[in-house]
């Protein structure tokens, strides 16, 4: 079955440590995205790439950084500079047309201890 | 500058009733889709429904349906006959067509669904 992996699905950092969360597609999609999901908040974008060895900040790049060296896999660093990244993360993948909506993966939830 | 509108934090509805998600939304673009995801305690986004800014008709999907108003900036999520199994988050999303499939989402609603 095609679909997205979020790996893991409870992730722990101690503060001041870098962390990366992991995403893979097996639905052959050129784009994917990284959502932060805070209560009350609704999903705010942070990294999306349209294709490979490319993207683009989205509205909350600061403290975090991605990597796109395969079309299939779209790693979320969460580095010591984000002040504040206990939260849920969700990664997404689409194909080019507004008419096709996202699939999601079953997201993370990291927690700062 | 783009904007999606929940203004019903939570909402109850008895079983087997209807019930109407509110959503409007701002965009300068003439061109763009929106789109309604259901979110369980699990975390997962499901896609429900669909309407392009074109199209002339509401879009209907088993049970859900979206009254699309262009002129009002309005598109309200209409589920029929609820199920216990409706009980979760609910997010209206708006993806203009200049912006590669970039998605702007609401803060959602909270619906539960009372036996």
């Known amino acids: 079955d095609g679909g997205i992996t979020q790996s893991p699905k409870y992730l722990f950092r101690k503060e001041g440590q870098n962390v990366t969360l992991s995403c893979e597609q097996n639905?052959?999609?050129?784009?994917m995205y990284w959502y932060r999901q805070d209560p009350g908040q609704g999903l705010r974008l942070i990294y999306y790439?349209?294709?490979?060895?490319?993207?683009q900040k989205g509205d909350i790049a600061e403290g975090y950084s991605v990597s796109r060296e395969k079309k299939e896999s779209f790693p979320l660093t969460v580095t010591s500079a984000q002040k504040n990244p206990t939260a849920f993360y969700l990664c997404a993948s689409s194909i080019p047309g507004i008419r096709h909506g996202y699939t999601f993966g079953s997201g993370t939830r990291l927690t700062v201890v | 500058a783009q904007k999606i509108t929940q203004t019903q934090p939570g909402m109850f509805v008895q079983e087997k009733e209807a019930v109407t998600l509110d959503c409007t939304y701002d965009t300068s673009d003439p061109s763009y889709g929106l789109f309604w995801y259901k979110q369980p305690s699990s975390g997962e986004m499901i896609f429900l429904i669909y309407?392009?800014?074109?199209?002339?008709q509401n879009a209907t999907e088993g049970r859900y349906s979206l009254n699309f108003q262009k002129a009002r900036k309005s598109a309200n999520l209409v589920i029929s006959a609820s199920q216990l199994g409706d009980s979760a988050m609910y997010f209206c999303?708006?993806?203009?067509?200049?912006?590669?499939?970039?998605?702007?989402f609401g803060t959602g609603t909270s619906l539960t669904v009372i036996p």
């Open positions: 999303a708006m993806s203009p067509i200049n912006t590669g499939n970039q998605f702007y």
């Open positions: 790439s349209q294709i490979v060895n490319d993207f």
């Open positions: 639905l052959n999609h050129d784009a």
């Open positions: 309407q392009g800014s074109y199209d002339q």
